[in-house]
């Protein structure tokens, strides 16, 4: 059974840094390709980052993009996400999911399908 848990959201002030894990069981980091995503209130959920589980590529979102780093312990079974210069933009629910890598990519780069396996996500609120 597939099984993904995110953890380390909280209260941040702008400018502020987090780090999201997501500890993963019933598959392997190196047999799926795993993303974060995010929603926020009245927002579509949109894809933040994803990882590739072949060759460890990776995509950003542009809003993203020079502020959160991606990464994946393979022997802890976790996936990360690194984010710095927090701004209030950022404010939303962030899961991650795994799936097929052309499915995930799909979902993450152009929003379009689905994967069946999330999390129950973790709040993110950047606010001072």
């Known amino acids: 059974q597939v099984q993904l848990v995110e953890s380390g959201g909280g209260l941040v002030q702008p400018g502020g840094s987090l780090r999201l894990s997501c500890v993963t069981s019933g598959f392997t980091l190196d047999y799926y390709a795993i993303a974060w995503f995010r929603q926020a209130p009245g927002k579509e959920r949109e894809g933040v980052s994803c990882?590739?589980?072949?060759?460890?590529?990776?995509y950003y979102a542009d809003s993203v993009k020079g502020r959160f780093t991606i990464s994946r312990d393979i022997a802890k079974n976790t996936l990360y996400l690194q984010m710095k210069s927090l701004k209030p933009e950022d404010t939303a629910v962030y899961y991650c999911?795994?799936?097929?890598?052309?499915?995930?990519?799909?979902?993450?780069?152009?929003?379009?399908?689905?994967?069946?396996?999330w999390g129950q996500g973790t709040q993110v609120t950047v606010s001072s």
């Open positions: 999911a795994a799936g097929p890598p052309s499915l995930l990519f799909k979902l993450c780069i152009l929003g379009r399908g689905d994967v069946g396996s």
């Open positions: 990882i590739s589980n072949s060759d460890g590529s990776t």
